[in-house]
């Protein structure tokens, strides 16, 4: 996927204010302080296009990009230990889980998770619940320039492992990297590969 035009749409604290389900949906979220508006930024090849902080928790609204005019790329709030009080925290776990609900176009979350870190409860928490709910998901990790390869390696067989005590399937996993580009080829290309799938159920069903 070659991407020409992506562009900041509108932010909304409510999924039934977000703009209209006419396009495939990618939503992408993690614990705070994964890497996730320098893996947006690097996908769309717009530095600035979300905006990055070192305070977790910059992130606190729904907020919509359009790709190309062909998808919507959405910034969700983190989750975990961003320094907010336990009431903003509630009232972001409630706006996410009525978003992942509600937006029929959502067609996959992209879990970011460091790839530096052994399996999180938060994170396995979140997954699981996203499997229970039948929200489709794969998971996308972070930050793999930060340590050599062979750790990363260690890193994801350790993962895995642990997604395999609960899972009989395992999701999706792409390794990525901010800084050097990697994974944005293979990301972008299962975004592209899903959206042909859903135009294809939209002109069927037409």
Request: proline fraction near 5%; charge should be neutral; glycine fraction near 6%.
């Amino acid at each position: 996927m070659i991407i020409h035009d992506a562009r900041f749409l509108t932010s909304n604290s409510r999924a039934d204010l977000c703009p209209a389900p006419t396009l495939p949906e990618y939503a992408f979220i993690g614990r705070s302080n994964v890497g996730k508006s320098s893996l947006i930024n690097m996908l769309t090849g717009r530095n600035g296009l979300a905006k990055t902080s070192s305070s977790p928790g910059k992130t606190q609204l729904i907020n919509h990009f359009v790709i190309n005019d062909n998808w919507y790329l959405v910034d969700l709030p983190g989750y975990g230990y961003a320094k907010v009080s336990k009431t903003s925290r509630a009232e972001w776990a409630k706006m996410i889980n009525f978003y992942l609900r509600n937006r029929p176009n959502l067609m996959c979350v992209c879990v970011l998770l460091d790839s530096r870190h052994a399996p999180q409860p938060a994170d396995l928490e979140f997954m699981e619940k996203l499997g229970e709910e039948g929200i489709p998901f794969v998971m996308v990790f972070t930050k793999s320039d930060k340590q050599s390869t062979a750790q990363t390696k260690a890193l994801l067989t350790t993962y895995l492992a642990k997604m395999s005590e609960i899972w009989d399937e395992l999701p999706r996993y792409f390794q990525t990297s901010a800084e050097t580009k990697l994974g944005r080829d293979e990301l972008l290309d299962f975004i592209t590969g899903v959206n042909q799938d859903w135009k294809a159920d939209a002109m069927a069903d037409a």
